[in-house]
């Protein structure tokens, strides 16, 4: 699974973002409090955290300076290809705790029912949980300051 495009809305840092994304390797770097862990931590919450959850990590989602209305809202875009062919989709994750709501839209098919929509995301990336995804979904400089020589390494870590 590819995404093309990230949007975000009420999301800590990230008011209003709209990010489409390159095919290939995507590197997000930038200043101090500029949002890239936030940006990996909207990956993670809008491929893998149902849409009802609730409480005080949910709520420290929420932009800054919104109100008490602002709930953090992800849209990914994404193509699936696999010997089958090109899957088209989408996901929506509309974060209000129990009348939270998310629709997946996959080759036209709607999913609205959250726990499907989780099954069929698990399905679609082949990750298994938040968890694992964490410790795959980043590497920070210090990681690959060791593999700098060593190109073979390098690409086997990235990967």
């Given amino acids: 699974m590819r995404i093309t495009r990230v949007r975000v809305r009420d ?3 990230h008011r209003d973002l709209d990010l489409e994304l390159a095919p290939g390797l995507t ?8 949002g890239k862990t936030t940006l990996q931590r909207v990956l993670e919450v809008g491929l893998f955290r149902r849409v ?7 709520d ?4 800054w300076d919104t109100g008490k209305d602002g709930c953090p809202v992800v849209q ?27 629709r997946l839209d996959l080759d036209g098919q709607i ?14 990336t082949g990750i298994p949980s938040e968890k694992f995804f964490r410790s795959t979904a980043s590497v920070r400089h210090h990681e ?3 593999l700098a020589r060593d190109e073979g390494a390098l690409r086997d870590r990235l990967q």
């Fill in 11 to 13: 999301f800590r840092v």
């Fill in 27 to 34: 590197v997000i770097r930038g200043p101090n409090e500029a």
């Fill in 111 to 124: 999913t609205t029912d959250p726990a499907r929509a989780d099954e069929l995301l698990a399905e679609l």
């Fill in 76 to 102: 990914l875009d994404f193509v699936q290809e696999d010997p089958e062919g090109t899957r088209v989709g989408s996901v929506l994750k509309d974060f209000r705790g129990t009348r939270g709501t998310v």
């Fill in 60 to 63: 420290a989602l929420r932009s």
């Fill in 52 to 58: 009802t959850a609730g409480g005080a990590e949910i």
């Fill in 144 to 146: 690959v300051d060791d």
